[in-house]
């Protein structure tokens, strides 16, 4: 199974802040790799598909990056509407496997 | 507008079975594959299992492979999930996926629309 880590667990920022998120994954995944935020009590929403391409109706704000075993999510200037915890999952093969998540918090 | 509802959830002994529902509306139910993912309270979200649109393929995580069945009613849009030999380590809620590729026979592995999920709880 490909094994994906997200970096750092948990983060402190503010509003305005540039933030960046890491995954890693224990194999190539080449670019299939997908970012998703989920809010308290909420599902998950596609952010980022295919490691860099936006989701339709998703702030210009988040982006992503990397290839192979390395990505970044960045969301250049957070908003209040941005504390959320981020999951990156990798859609290369079965089975499918999520990183642990990154708690944005204030 | 996509919807997809899930029920079934609730409380179950270790040992135990349930089967889980999702209602789908708002798109062409039989040209998009399905997946289960769950999450345990306060933990990372797990795939559970995938379903073709045409409901010959599925793929199932090896944690539920062999105690769980998913299936679809493509008349009725509804996606299933038959949970059998249920252990504490279910216990999570489940979350009904739309996968993002238009195929009856293909998926791009991962997800575009999810419902709200239900609650499974696998206690003595």
């Known amino acids: 199974d490909i094994q994906m880590t997200q970096s750092p667990s948990s983060l402190s920022a503010s509003v305005g802040d540039r933030v960046t998120l890491t995954c890693r994954a224990s194999?190539?995944?080449?670019?299939?790799l997908n970012w998703y935020q989920q809010k308290s009590g909420t599902p998950p929403r596609l952010l980022i598909y295919?490691?860099?391409n936006l989701q339709s109706g998703v702030p210009s704000r988040f982006s992503g990056s990397g290839s192979g075993t390395d990505f970044t999510l960045t969301i250049s200037s957070l908003q209040p509407e941005d504390f959320a915890t981020y999951h990156c999952?990798?859609?290369?093969?079965?089975?499918?496997?999520f990183g642990g998540g990154t708690k944005v918090e204030i | 507008e996509v919807q997809l509802v899930e029920s079934g959830g609730g409380v179950v002994q270790p040992g135990g079975s349930l089967r889980l529902s999702c209602g789908a509306s708002?798109?062409?139910?039989?040209?998009?594959?399905m997946h289960w993912v769950r999450q345990a309270p306060g933990k990372g979200l797990e795939w559970v299992s995938l379903?073709?649109?045409?409901?010959?393929?599925?793929y199932y995580a090896d944690s539920v492979k062999g105690r769980f069945t998913i299936s679809r009613d493509n008349s009725k849009n509804s996606l299933y999930l038959q949970m059998d030999s249920l252990t504490i380590e279910d216990t999570a809620f489940y979350y009904c996926a739309k996968d993002i590729k238009k195929s009856r026979s293909w998926y791009d592995f991962y997800f575009d629309y999810w419902g709200q999920g239900t609650l499974l709880t696998v206690s003595s």
């Open positions: 999952q990798q859609s290369y093969r079965t089975p499918l496997t």
């Open positions: 379903l073709s649109g045409d409901g010959e393929r599925t």
């Open positions: 194999q190539s995944v080449f670019n299939y």
């Open positions: 708002g798109f062409s139910f039989d040209d998009y594959a």
């Open positions: 295919g490691a860099f």
